[in-house]
């Protein structure tokens, strides 16, 4: 077994977690977070050490990623990281709500008779652990099998969504509704045939006809449902508008889209664009919030634009980047409306030499410095396993 990443930390020492595609996996790589099926069985623990055959398990649960801990900042101690990685939400109530959602889902497939109670439970609980925790920054994304993406990305719409309704100021019954709403959106899905909905690779243009149909599909099921506020099913029926009035299904156009629709339409695609997928590793946040940017007055409102990515870490705490002095260091602090200027600890120098203890630099306060490169998750492990030099890395690297 290779020792390249088995990580020995004393104690009050720290190692930073690294999200890394399953395909990028080594022997001797430590985890860092549990890893759950989506049935919610766990199939590995924290502080688990890799060994091949369960890397090939990972693999053969479709997992496309996993969160290890990263070798290049295990020299930090513990008054290094000025922030833990905050949690919108704790991990066991992401798993139960993934879970939740998928029995009712299944279980509406098997008897085309959709039980609303699951759902307005699960929107209730989700919200309720958001609202204990409304400063709280979106650092990490959650690690889904391809087969439970779609429950995985229901849930964290429904977080991202009660998040953004909390700063814009919403009260109780309207959080109600808009997370209802969000766990909701895309109910549709469930009458498209499942190839089309798990088809790795880009859709046919009849496919993706079929699949433009959800929003609708989604619309006639829940208005069905007493018990499920109008204003909710609009939500499924609206969210694939766009602000300029060039979406569908209907080319609604700013605020005749409902203000709940045009948040879900802003989560629903951050978390697309930032989420792994078999076929695709999702983007860096810095790179997802410039493509929200750029998709402000044409696809979103602006103004709620403003408001969500004002929750994103675009640099989050443990990214590793690079310097405009050359330095190699780690983020190790986000402070909410200045996330574009970081707190960080340099680990390597500019002439590629690892410290022991870097310098502690507060972009926030060095105006003068600023990040050229987030490195990925592919380029850490390569420079961990010592496959190219770090110097070569620095030049190649852009």
């Known amino acids: 077994m290779s020792n390249k990443f088995r990580i020995k930390i004393p104690e009050g020492y720290f190692a930073v977690m690294q999200k890394v595609s399953t395909k990028h996996l080594h022997p001797g790589m430590v985890l860092a977070r549990n890893i759950f099926s989506t049935d919610g069985i766990l199939l ?37 990281m000025l922030d833990t990685i905050p949690e919108v939400v704790r991990e066991e109530t992401r798993v139960q709500a993934v879970q939740v959602v998928q029995t009712a889902f299944q279980n509406f497939s098997a008897n085309h008779r959709l039980e609303s109670q699951p759902f307005k439970d699960t929107a209730e609980f989700l919200m309720k652990e958001v609202i204990e925790n409304p400063g709280a920054m979106v650092h990490l994304t959650d690690i889904r099998t391809c087969d ?23 009260n109780r019954f309207q959080l109600k509704e808009l997370s209802l709403g969000a766990l909701l959106h895309d109910a549709g899905k469930m009458l498209i045939p499942k190839e089309i909905l798990t088809k790795a690779g880009p859709l046919t243009v009849s496919e993706r006809k079929s699949m433009e149909q959800h929003p609708t599909l989604g619309f006639d099921l829940l208005r069905r449902q007493r018990d499920i506020p109008l204003v909710s099913a609009h939500v499924a ?46 983007s860096l946040p ?21 408001t969500f990515l004002n929750q994103i870490a675009i640099y989050p705490v443990g990214s590793i980047v690079r310097l405009t002095t050359g330095e190699i260091a780690v983020v190790t602090k986000v402070i909410p409306g200045l996330q574009t200027r970081p707190a960080l600890k340099v680990i390597f120098d500019a002439s590629g030499s690892k410290l022991e203890n870097g310098p502690e630099i507060d972009l926030a306060q060095q ?12 380029e850490v492990v390569k420079i961990s396993l010592g496959n190219m030099y770090f110097n070569q890395s620095l030049r190649q690297a852009q």
């Open 367 to 378: 105006l003068t410095i600023f990040i050229d490169k987030v490195f990925t998750a592919a």
């Open 44 to 80: 590995l623990s924290a502080d688990t050490v890799l060994n091949s055959t369960q890397i090939e398990r990972l693999q053969h649960f479709n997992l496309p990623s996993v969160y290890i801990k990263n070798p290049l900042t295990d020299q930090l101690t513990d008054k290094d």
């Open 286 to 306: 810095h790179q997802a919030y410039e493509v929200m940017l750029s998709l402000a007055n044409t696809h979103f409102d602006p103004i709620i634009l403003r």
């Open 148 to 170: 439970g993406y779609t429950f995985g990305h229901s849930v964290n719409v429904c977080v991202l969504s009660t998040l953004t309704g909390i700063q814009l100021g919403y």
């Open 237 to 282: 029926f609206q969210h694939h508008e766009k602000f300029n009035g060039t979406g569908y299904t209907r080319g609604l156009k700013g605020v005749h889209i409902h203000e709940y629709a045009r948040i879900v339409a802003i989560a629903d695609v951050y978390d697309a664009i930032t989420s792994d997928r078999p076929y695709k590793e999702g």
